[in-house]
């Protein structure tokens, strides 16, 4: 995304506007029906005017003139290129014999982004500067009219087209001729403007499979550049809504824009505009470069255009995935699961072997197909343009309403109130013990639903890298995530000595289980805590309320299945299941306006906004991308970004610090994450000082030093220098 | 092995979902089926016109470009022109509620009569499925399909891409090109362009 149109600049076009409009009023005035005059046209959005540099043309000599177009706020017109919709302004010329028309100037256009297409576009007010060659054969002292038929098309979203007649008379004068005092400074800036053609940075481009690579680079090997677009002179060429993605290579910068479906085989060229954001000299400078490479086709094999996949290569990804899949296994809330697992094993250790076989590979299945489920609604959803992100699962407050019941149910169970599934344990006895496997495909599943908010660094690559790829692609790091995730259990099944080892099945597995009840319970109560922040605390008096009279459903069926409680009980189950069910409405109300948990102590709200502002104010920030439903994060901010010495270094170095909390779907906060390449949290990013300077990110795991080394490395001696 | 086959299901529904979401139809694959309700509430499904050319236009009455080509009644006579020959038309409105160019079915009745239509249809899609199952980004935006089913042109309606009337005496109609070089047993010269018009008001 280019910023064109920064604060500052559109200031500077407003206050210029104005001084215009002043001046002319006062010029029309006193110049009445001036020999030299600009007729103007209203279009129903759009002011349109063709204005004259000189006040008189010198037979042969080139002048330059200008459409002038102001839009009104929040509509716009197009670029050469117009993007995915919309349509170039076009000038049509009704000049007298012998008059010859340049090619429109264009300014640098700004991307317009509307899910999912993206135009390039002017807002606020433009020239298009075109010179005029006249012939040489003109007579003194006669006065002469040039027409021109403008089309153009303005759009909010709606689109409305615009056509007028514009003319521009001009005496001519055999002398050089003067320039016109109203229209010097708007020429100026329009000059300005305009892209460079030629600068110390070299730009040379080749084309991949799927995307161009462009790479800038200079003979001072310690020369910066900000961020830099390319915006295409042919409309066939690239994928316009695609992020781009620009970084530091070895020897300088590389761009990769996404190809069009349009353009297909090789492509002899790109020309086009650069952007940079700083300028090409330095802040402040020119931002618009003009290019025209050859763009051979090249192996791209090699090339990293997504951000954050830093290894690469497909089966790199797919082993990290499946490292990140086994290090799910260790992370906090998954650990309730494993325990699960644990049980099945020990129950199982005295099968046969291909049945602890078969049980392992069922279990791995349910955990890969629930991968490939999430993975291809997470697809789905994304090429739907929906702003969603890893986790969003638990970003649904019905999702964890569901869950936490389902664990506080499961932890009665553990507790040895009522068994589940008896009499399929018995039924399922009769059919060669088949029984189990229902159980440990769901459990599978179980495992992946609750372990997927928990994202290990490992992960949290995979994904950003698989969200930026291809749907097979994409498809097996998931893949990789499951297996990696259900390796244990199926080494464990695999190899009988192993499971061996595990203790004898007896009274402590009774012990155990209520162990792990509690661990279940905590996990309920834990979930009723994101509810609470997601639904309110009216919506948490229902769960609450429904958790109780499901307790005593499942209290009632256990004294039947124990013969403690006659059969008449049923109506008690029941009754209480009716009941549990019809207070599930009162949790699902939509939430009051109540406070959110922005309130901490020192920690803005994150807004898009507010880091730009501080960031182009040079401001050191450092963003907490968090979601209560995060156990990792919540870890990281007790015993790292809340110790008061760690907030004490943040203080030292002025950092601000701004907090974006993902608990609920937020649109924005998905776009920032997915602007790091993340789809999950946490995810922590310094900026340093001074408006140039590139993020950091910090590891996802943190400790107190590894902060505090962070913040001294990038802070410090920039500190020390000033 | 249900679950075996379930698994293999899911992956494939999976995928092809993700794939057929990116939007990214080519020129000579398979045209994605969909179904779709007309506008007297009719379901009509793509796989049952197997054996005739079809022919998807993104409609948006509100929009210039489409006021182009129907207020010159340029659109109508190519319909009028395609239809008689067994080709299908399905004009398809994918403007969501609340936006530019949504209309109900009966509204949309009294709209097609009064352009004079002659598309064979008028297919409602306002939650622009199908839309961005094909990828379409303007209105018009032109796609046709070959008695096998397979893509053979999507793009602009014509070479002129403009809002101005007068352009389309001087333009040449991609459309029935494509539908006459197919036709006559050839491959389609130029099988996508450059779509040009208003954005599709998803």
């Not at chain 2, 698994?7 to 529904?13: D, Q, T, W």
Request: charged fraction near 20%.
């Amino acid at each position: 995304m280019n910023k064109l149109g920064s604060a500052s600049e559109i200031g500077m076009r407003v206050g210029l506007g104005l001084i215009m409009s002043a001046f002319l009023g006062a010029t029309g005035l006193v110049m009445g029906s001036a020999p030299c005059h600009a007729e103007g046209f209203r279009g129903a959005r759009t002011q349109v005017e063709w204005l004259s540099e000189t006040e008189s043309i010198q037979p042969g000599k080139p002048f330059w003139t200008a459409l002038r177009m102001k839009m009104d706020a929040g509509w716009h017109t197009y670029w050469r290129n117009p993007g995915d919709s919309g349509i170039a302004t076009e000038i049509r010329w009704d000049m007298p014999e012998g008059f010859k028309a340049g090619e429109i100037q264009w300014p640098a256009p700004k991307r317009i982004d509307l899910e999912p297409l993206a135009v390039y576009a002017y807002e606020g007010e433009i020239l298009l500067l075109v010179q005029i060659t006249p012939p040489e054969n003109l007579v003194s002292d006669e006065t002469l009219t040039l027409k021109a038929r403008v089309y153009w098309l303005e759009c909010e979203v709606n689109c409305i087209p615009g056509d007028a007649l514009l003319s521009l008379t001009l005496p001519v004068r055999p002398e050089n001729p003067k320039a016109d005092p109203r229209w010097a400074q708007p020429f100026q800036l329009a000059r300005s403007q305009l892209p460079l053609i030629a600068s110390e940075w070299r730009v040379s481009a080749e084309t991949g499979r799927n995307y161009f690579r462009l790479r800038i680079t200079q003979a001072d090997p310690k020369a910066r550049l900000g961020r830099v677009s390319f915006f295409p002179y042919s409309d066939k060429l690239i994928h316009h809504p695609a992020r781009q993605t620009f970084r530091a290579s070895d020897e300088g910068y590389e761009l990769f824009v996404r190809r069009s479906n349009l353009s297909q085989g090789e492509v002899p060229a790109l020309e086009g505009i650069l952007v940079s954001e700083e300028g090409w000299r330095g802040p402040g400078s020119e931002k618009v470069l003009e290019v025209s490479v050859p763009a051979p086709s090249a192996d791209d094999s090699a090339w990293r255009p997504a951000e954050e996949s830093s290894f690469g290569a497909l089966w790199g990804a797919f082993f990290f995935a499946f490292a990140g899949g086994l290090l799910l296994n260790l992370m906090p809330c998954v650990f309730p699961v494993i325990s699960l697992k644990i049980l099945h094993i020990v129950e199982n250790a005295r099968a046969s072997r291909s049945r602890r076989l078969a049980l392992g590979w069922t279990f791995t299945l349910g955990v890969l197909v629930s991968f490939w489920i999430l993975a291809g609604a997470l697809l789905f959803l994304r090429a739907a343009g929906q702003e969603v992100g890893w986790g969003f699962q638990l970003q649904n407050p019905a999702v964890v309403l569901a869950l936490a019941l389902l664990f506080f149910v499961l932890a009665i169970n553990l507790f040895g109130f009522f068994e589940v599934g008896l009499f399929l344990t018995k039924s399922g006895a009769a059919v060669s013990g088949r029984g189990g496997f229902g159980g440990v495909f769901l459990n599978g599943v179980l495992a992946t639903v609750v372990a997927t908010p928990c994202t290990a660094p490992f992960m949290g690559s995979a994904l950003g890298f698989a969200m930026t790829r291809s749907a097979p692609e994409a498809l097996l790091v998931f893949t990789g995530l499951g297996l990696g995730m259900a390796s244990p259990y199926l080494i464990l099944s695999a190899f009988p000595q192993w499971v061996q080892k595990l203790p004898k099945p007896g009274a402590w597995m009774e012990q155990l289980k209520k162990i792990l009840g509690f661990f279940l319970l905590v996990t309920a109560f834990w979930l009723a805590w994101v509810f609470q922040i997601q639904a309110g605390s009216k919506a948490l008096a229902g769960l609450v309320l429904s958790a109780a009279i499901l307790f005593a459903a499942c209290f009632f069926y256990g004294r039947i299945q124990r013969r403690a409680a006659g059969s008449a009980f049923w109506v008690l189950v029941l009754f209480f299941l009716g009941a549990a069910c019809a207070t599930l409405p009162l949790s699902l109300q939509k939430k009051s306006e109540e406070t959110s948990i922005m309130s901490e102590g020192g920690w803005e709200k994150f807004s898009q906004a507010r880091l730009d502002a501080l960031r182009s104010a040079g401001e050191p920030v450092f963003i907490d991308f968090t979601a209560a439903w995060c156990l990792t994060c919540q870890v990281n901010k007790k015993t790292a970004l809340n110790l008061p010495e760690i907030r004490a270094l943040f203080r030292k170095y002025g950092v601000t610090l701004l907090k974006a909390d993902w608990t609920s779907r937020d649109p924005e906060i998905t776009r920032a994450l997915a602007a790091f390449g993340r789809s999950s949290v946490p995810l922590y990013v310094l900026y340093p000082r001074g408006a140039d300077a590139q993020a950091v990110l910090l590891p996802e795991i943190l400790t107190p030093s590894a902060v505090a080394r962070a913040l001294e490395l990038n802070l410090g001696r920039k500190e020390v220098r000033e | 092995m249900k679950k075996y086959s379930m698994a293999a299901v899911i992956f494939l529904s999976a995928f092809l979902s993700a794939a057929g979401a990116q939007a990214q139809v080519a020129t000579g694959d398979a045209a994605p089926d969909f179904t779709l309700q007309d506008t007297s509430g009719q379901s009509r499904t793509l796989s049952a016109n197997q054996g005739s050319y079809v022919v998807l236009e993104w409609i948006n009455h509100d929009c210039p470009f489409v006021k182009k080509h129907y207020d010159s009644g340029n659109m109508q006579k190519i319909q009028a022109e395609e239809t008689a020959k067994g080709v299908i038309w399905y004009s398809i409105a994918s403007s969501a509620e609340g936006k530019q160019g949504y209309h109900t079915a009966e509204e949309w009745q009294g709209l097609s009569a009064r352009k004079q239509s002659a598309a064979t249809a008028v297919l409602l899609d306002p939650q622009g499925s199908v839309g961005k199952l094909y990828g379409a980004q303007t209105t018009p935006h032109m796609y046709v399909i070959n008695p096998e089913g397979k893509l053979i042109y999507q793009g602009a309606i014509d070479s002129v891409a403009s809002a101005n009337p007068e352009d389309i005496a001087r333009s040449e109609n991609y459309v029935q090109k494509a539908l006459r070089e197919a036709e006559s047993g050839n491959s389609v010269s130029n099988g996508s362009t450059k779509a040009y018009g208003c954005s599709v008001k998803y």
